[in-house]
C-alpha cells in the first residue's frame, strides 16, 4: 500500500508560493505508517489535472491532492476527479447547510458561486471546513480512496488530521505507525555529533538522523512496530544511549526551545536575567522575550552598540573599548557585570563581536563572538568565530550566547548551594 | 513549448525537507518566458524516476531535474535519464579533471565513489560544480533538452543561473521573457489595498499582483514583450499608477526592506538613532542592526521590560506606568525621549504593548501596541491592536514602528528645514 500526493494550483507553477502542504502531508503519512512514492504539482487546467488523477489512481491507493477547491470557474479539483473516477458531482444538502451556518456566524450571506462548493462526488464525504467555506471530500472506489482538501493550510490541516488522518487508519488497517522523538542540542559542531553517534545512525530501527538548523541541532529517532509500546520502548532507549553520550549539549526534546528551557530553568529557581549585547544586535533578547511569560524572569536587554553607549552605561573599561574595537574578553565580561548591576538581576549575559560583512582587526576577524555570563558564582567568558552573513553571524552568536547561559543553568542546578 | 520539473529525493517524500528547489526554478523559468506544466517528485528507486523522467520527456521540450547526482549507490538521477533517452553513461575526463581539480584545492583526495560523478550521458555536457563535487548535465534528443543539476540549493543555483539559463535561451529562440518589479509597502491592511487597485489588479500585461506576509505587502507588476524596452515601458507605467494612488505607503522596491530604507535615509542625513522597545522585546533593534553598516546611526536599544527599569533608565514617569501596565501613549512617548536622551541621538524611538498569549487590561488588550517617535521637531504616537500569535503581536509591531520611523523621515525631508 503507497500513497501519491498531488498539488493543485497554477500559483505554485509559477514559483509563487512553496508547496508546505506536500511536505507536511509527506511527514504526517510516514509517521502513520504510509509510503509516499510520488508526488506531483498541476496547474488549474482539466485535461492536465484528470489526467493526473487517472495516472495517481493508477498506481496508488491512496491519493490526497490539495488547492482548487475554490468557487471560481479555475477551481477544478472536485470535477477533475469524478471524471477521472467516472462519477458524478451531485448538489449535498448537509455540506451547503455546513457553509450556510459558516456565513451565519460570521453575518455574512453566500454568493451565487458558493453553491459549487457543496458538489460533492457521489457516494463521497464532505469534510466540513471549520476555517474556511470550502468542504474537502474523500471517495472510495475500487479498493483506493481519494481525498481533496482546500490550498490554505490553516484550513487543510485542522481537516487533514480531524478527518482524513482517522479514515485512513480505518480504511487501511495494516499500517504501522511511526512512534517520533526529537533530541535538540547544541553547542557542538554537526561532524562532530556524526562522529559521537556514527554507529548509532546505521541502527534500521530506530532510525536516527540529525537535521541541522543555524547554530542547532535535532535528532530524530523513529521506530515503527506493530506490537503496542514496542516502539515506544525502542525510541526511549535509543534516546537514553544518545543522551548518554551527548549530555552535555542535549538542552531538550520535541518543542523545547533553548529560550523555553532557559526560561523555565529561571522561573522556577526564581532567577531575573538582564542582557546586553552588541554583535546580536538585539537578537538574544527578542529570543529570550518570544517565550509566553518572559516578563517573570527577564527584566532589560542592552543594545550597546556604540562605545559611548558601553563605558557609559554599562560601565565597560576604556582599556577594554580600544583593544580591537571592544571586540575582547574583557568587554563582554565588563558588559555582562554591568546590565546585571543596571537592572538588578541575578544573571547578566553579553555578547560582542564583528558580524560584518565589513570590519575586524587582526586579531580579531569578521564572525568573532564573544559571550559572557556572570552570576552570583562568578563570571565565565568563550570566544567563537563563525562563517556566513552577517544575519548568519547574528543568529550563531544568539544562539551560543543562550546555550552558555542554559549550560551554566544546568551545572549550577547541580550544585544544591546555587539552586 | 512548455517543461517540466522533476525533484529527486526520498528525503522530500518523508517530508523531511521543503523542496524550495522546484520554486525556484519555477519562478525564474516564468522570468524568462517559459511555461511549466508539471513538477513531480520521485524518490530514489530506479524505476519510478527512469518512468517519470519518460513520462516528463513525452510531454514536454524541456525537462530539469534536481537531486540524486552525489556519489552513493542510492542516487540515480544520471543512469535513470540515460536509460530513459536510451543512451548510454561514459566517463567524461574533462568533468573528472574538474573535480580532481576541487579536490586539490581543497587539500583532499577524491574517494573511488567519486568517479561516478563524473559519469556523463552520450552527447551530454557537463556543467561543472563550484561548490561540490557533483557535475550537473544537459543533453539534446530529439528537440527536447533535459537538465539534471545537484540538489544542496547552493549548489543548484549558480549552476542553473550560469550554465542552465543561458542554454534554454539559446535553445528556445522565440521566448518572451517576463519584466518584473516589486513594490514595496507598509502600513496599510490587505484589503485597503485591494480595494485601492482593485482595477489594476484585473489588467493582463502587465500582471499586478499584492503578496502578503506579516504586515508587509508586495505588489508584483509582471510584463513580457518581445520589443525591446517595452516590457519595462509598460512596467514603470504601471509602477507609476500604483505610487499615485499608494504613495505614503511605498518605502521602496525590489530588495529594499524598511530596515534599510530608514538606514539609508539617516546615513544620508548624518542622522542617529536609540530605540526603547518593551512589546517588540529588541526585534526592532534586531531588524534595525541586520543592516550593514547600521552601526553608523544604531547607538543603543534598550528592552525595557520591567516597570523599574522604564522608571530608573528611561524616566517614565510613575503616572503613566501606573495606567494600564505602563501601556498607554505617555509611557510610549516617554520611552523614546528618554532613549534619545540617553544616548544622545537625533531620534528615539518606542514600543510598548501586550504580546499576550494572557495579560492586557479591559481598555488595552492583548495584541495592543503603541509606537512613538521623538526627533528635533517633537514627538508623535500612535496606537495599533493586532491578532495574533505573540510572536505576530511582536512581528507587526516591528514592522509598525520602522513604518512611523520611515514616514516621519520621508516627510520631514520634504521639509528643507529638517533635513
Known amino acids: 500500500m503507497h500513497a501519491e500526493i498531488l498539488s493543485v494550483g497554477t500559483e505554485l507553477l509559477l514559483g509563487e508560493i512553496v508547496d508546505t502542504n506536500a511536505q507536511y502531508i509527506s511527514a504526517r503519512l510516514k509517521e502513520i505508517g ?23 489512481l493508477g498506481r496508488a491507493s491512496l491519493v490526497i491532492a490539495t488547492g482548487g477547491l475554490g468557487p471560481t470557474d479555475d477551481d477544478l479539483t472536485a470535477a477533475c476527479l469524478a471524471e477521472a473516477l467516472g462519477l458524478p458531482l451531485e448538489f449535498h444538502e448537509g455540506a451547503w447547510e455546513d457553509m450556510l451556518e459558516w456565513f451565519a456566524l460570521r453575518g455574512r450571506e453566500p454568493s451565487p458561486g458558493d453553491r459549487k462548493q457543496a458538489m460533492i462526488i457521489k457516494g463521497g464525504i464532505p469534510f466540513r471546513n471549520k476555517v474556511g467555506t470550502a468542504p474537502g471530500q474523500a471517495v ?77 541541532i535535532r535528532i530524530r529517532i523513529a521506530a515503527g512496530s506493530k506490537e503496542p509500546g514496542e516502539a ?100 563582554a565580561v565588563s558588559m555582562a557585570l554591568g546590565v546585571k548591576s543596571l537592572a538588578g538581576t541575578k544573571i547578566g549575559l553579553a555578547t560582542t563581536g564583528f558580524a560584518g560583512p565589513t570590519g575586524g582587526t587582526d586579531k580579531e576577524p569578521v564572525g568573532t563572538v564573544y559571550v559572557a555570563v556572570a552570576d552570583e558564582s562568578g563570571t565565565e567568558v568563550e570566544r567563537f568565530v563563525y562563517s556566513g552573513s552577517r544575519i548568519d553571524v547574528k543568529e550563531y552568536g544568539a544562539v551560543r550566547a ?5 549550560r551554566r543553568l544546568s551545572r549550577s542546578g547541580k550544585n544544591p548551594e546555587l539552586k
Open 34 to 56: 504510509v509510503s509516499v512514492y510520488r508526488r506531483q504539482t498541476v496547474g488549474d487546467n482539466r485535461s492536465r489535472l484528470t489526467g493526473a488523477f487517472r495516472e495517481a
Open 140 to 216: 472510495f472506489k475500487d479498493g483506493k480512496l481519494a481525498c481533496i482538501l482546500p490550498g490554505p493550510p490553516r484550513e487543510m490541516i485542522p481537516m487533514f488530521e480531524e478527518h482524513v488522518v482517522p479514515l485512513i487508519k480505518s480504511t487501511f488497517m495494516d499500517l504501522v505507525p511511526l512512534y517520533i522523538k526529537n533530541l535538540k542540542l547544541t553547542g557542538l559542531p554537526e561532524v562532530r555529533v556524526g562522529e559521537i553517534i556514527k554507529d548509532l545512525m546505521e541502527s534500521a530501527s530506530p532510525t536516527v538522523a540529525p537535521y541541522v538548523s543555524r547554530g542547532e
Open 402 to 406: 543562550l546555550y552558555v547561559l542554559w
Open 232 to 331: 515506544k520502548r525502542m525510541v526511549d532507549g535509543m534516546a537514553r544511549e544518545i543522551r548518554s553520550r551527548l549530555k552535555e549539549y542535549i538542552y531538550g526534546e520535541d518543542d523545547d526551545t533553548l529560550e523555553s528551557v532557559v526560561g523555565e530553568i529561571m522561573t522556577r529557581r526564581g532567577l531575573s536575567i538582564a542582557v546586553a549585547e552588541s554583535v546580536t544586535g538585539g537578537l538574544v533578547a527578542h529570543k529570550l522575550t518570544n517565550v509566553p511569560g518572559s516578563s517573570r524572569y527577564f527584566k532589560m536587554g542592552m543594545v550597546a552598540y556604540s562605545p559611548a553607549i558601553k563605558a557609559t552605561c554599562l560601565g565597560v573599561p576604556d582599556e577594554a573599548l580600544r583593544k580591537d574595537e571592544a571586540v575582547n574578553a574583557e568587554t
